[in-house]
């Protein structure tokens, strides 16, 4: 393994992301943890402003009844480039190409457009990293490379400031030269095309990542959802109390057990919706357990 830092003979602490520059490192950018940073880095602050325009745009698009209208928020998940620059994911998954990203946003779409809509109705679903939550097949690797091409403008950024601060991102390697990228343009709520200066190391450009961007598995995932706030959920609400005034309260081994609670994407969405019909936004609860969960 050759670090980003010895290949370009940087020594001491790096504030990116040391990762291998060879091959892709079984890391993941982390939409969630990227947001808990924002108030603190102003690239985050940049990051989690374009992604959020991109999911504003995506979701009104799906709640939206003007046909075009969906057929336009359908082609914006299904325009991505693999990200691979970054030397993120997985080699053998992610997009794989322009056909793989058509399937996995098609994916992602037909379940914003149908089965999440009462979600996107009553506000729940707000934030890119719910993804995970509540679609199949959308892990670390998928989130990882949709959001780096989101944010691709704000890393970009960041890959300037580092260049500018170890020179030798310009005189070793292949330096620095100027390649044709796909970005998300908050100001026309767009894909569009962009020349950019990268470093290049073996003929590849590099984008470096802030550090503590990324991690190996995403901070917001269907099981810890389900094992924390939604079977917490359930519990309390199977809870009675004894005639001696001890509350009885099922354990959650005994509610996996339970057809209606076992785990699932349907139990998952279904649980979230009956929560929020009694007041209860689950969803919320989850982000405050993720969030002290990671300043811990």
């Not at 403008?153 to 020179?167: G, S, V």
């Amino acid at each position: 393994m050759t670090s980003i830092s010895d290949a370009y003979g940087i020594t001491g602490q790096v504030p990116f992301e040391d990762l291998d520059i060879d091959s892709d490192n079984r890391r993941f950018l982390d939409p969630r943890v990227i947001r808990i940073n924002a108030s603190t880095c102003p690239h985050a602050d940049a990051a989690v402003k374009l992604i959020d325009s991109f999911f504003n745009e995506v979701t009104a698009s799906a709640l939206s009844l003007n046909t075009s209208t969906r057929t336009r928020g359908r082609e914006l998940l299904t325009r991505f480039e693999e990200p691979w620059e970054t030397r993120l994911g997985y080699a053998s998954k992610g997009f794989q190409g322009h056909g793989a990203a058509q399937s996995i946003g098609g994916d992602i779409w037909d379940e914003l457009s149908t089965n999440l809509q009462p979600l996107l109705e009553i506000g729940f679903l707000k934030h890119l990293e719910a993804l995970p939550l509540f679609i199949e097949n959308v892990g670390a690797d998928r989130t990882s490379d949709i959001s780096t091409r989101i944010v691709y403008d704000a890393l970009c950024n960041f890959t300037h400031q580092m260049a500018a601060r170890y020179p030798t991102f310009a005189t070793q390697g292949d330096g620095i030269k100027p390649v044709m990228r796909q970005f998300w343009d908050p100001v026309s709520s767009d894909w569009v095309l962009r020349i950019v200066e990268l470093p290049h190391w073996n003929g590849k450009p590099l984008v470096l990542v802030p550090k503590n961007w990324t991690r190996r598995n995403l901070l917001m995932t269907h099981g810890r959802y389900y094992e924390t706030s939604l079977l917490t959920f359930v519990q309390d609400s199977q809870s009675y109390f004894k005639p001696d005034g001890k509350v009885l309260k099922p354990t959650k081994g005994l509610l996996k057990t339970n057809p209606l609670f076992q785990r699932s994407r349907e139990t998952t969405l279904r649980v979230t919706l009956d929560a929020a019909s009694n007041g209860t936004n689950l969803y919320e609860r989850f982000e405050t357990f993720v969030n002290d969960k990671y300043a811990a």
